[in-house]
């Protein structure tokens, strides 16, 4: 009878404990993914209630922010939800606004920030001349035109959020395809305010279609009432 050599053995172990690793890997990195969209629906809907008059619309009931401007973007198409405050816990549900920056309509430039890997990794497809619009929650509209990018090291620098300009400033963790989260180097994209942007035809997503639908029927059930 043949004996299975101690070597042999160690070394289909370290292979199983690999694949192991790798599906757990692969399972945490689409569970973060199908959160971020998850929390995209939830927040569609609350941004809808704030454009209604509601203020701090919770997007759950245990929620500690709230919706404060949408970010869209013909190309690459982005149409994203930002919410109050850059901490942690809020980015892992969307792009965030830097509490010391200011809101859409204020003076002064607006920061948000998101993570690499989710919201914020079409910033890898801007160019520059790309135009963002950003809504507020009064329902204004801000148009923007890409004029910088570049990276950053934080440890040495920091990004200006001027009072006496009306940019709009996106910032992210650097590389985007980097292993480990949380390095020193951050992406940072500069767009300059402009009066209006070109306006192209652009089919919304089919989630999104949806949400909007339910939120212009809800609004008509409201008023009927």
Not at 202 to 215: K, N, V
Request: a positive charge; hydrophobic letters at 45%; proline letters at 6%.
């Amino acid at each position: 009878m043949s004996r299975t050599r101690p070597g042999s053995r160690l070394l289909a172990l370290l292979i199983a404990g690999l694949l192991a690793i790798g599906c757990w890997q692969v399972g945490d990195g689409s569970w973060i993914y199908a959160k971020a969209r998850l929390a995209q629906f939830l927040l569609q809907r609350a941004w809808c209630r704030a454009l209604a008059g509601e203020a701090m619309p919770k997007p759950w009931p245990w929620a500690d922010t709230w919706p404060v401007a949408r970010l869209r973007m013909q190309h690459p198409s982005v149409d994203l939800i930002v919410l109050a405050g850059a901490y942690g816990r809020t980015l892992a549900f969307g792009p965030g606004h830097v509490t010391s920056s200011a809101l859409p309509g204020q003076k002064g430039t607006v920061m948000l920030t998101g993570h690499r890997d989710t919201h914020f990794r079409f910033l890898k497809d801007v160019k520059l001349g790309d135009y963002l619009a950003l809504t507020g929650s009064d329902g204004t509209t801000l148009h923007y035109r890409v004029v910088e990018q570049r990276v950053m090291d934080s440890r040495r620098e920091f990004v200006p959020a001027g009072q006496d300009t009306e940019d709009l400033v996106l910032v992210t963790c650097f590389p985007f395809d980097a292993i480990q989260a949380g390095g020193p180097l951050r992406y940072v994209v500069r767009a300059e305010r402009i009066a209006m942007a070109p306006i192209h035809r652009q089919s919304r997503p089919p989630f999104l279609a949806r949400i909007i639908h339910e939120c212009r029927r809800e609004a008509f059930e409201t008023e009927a009432r």
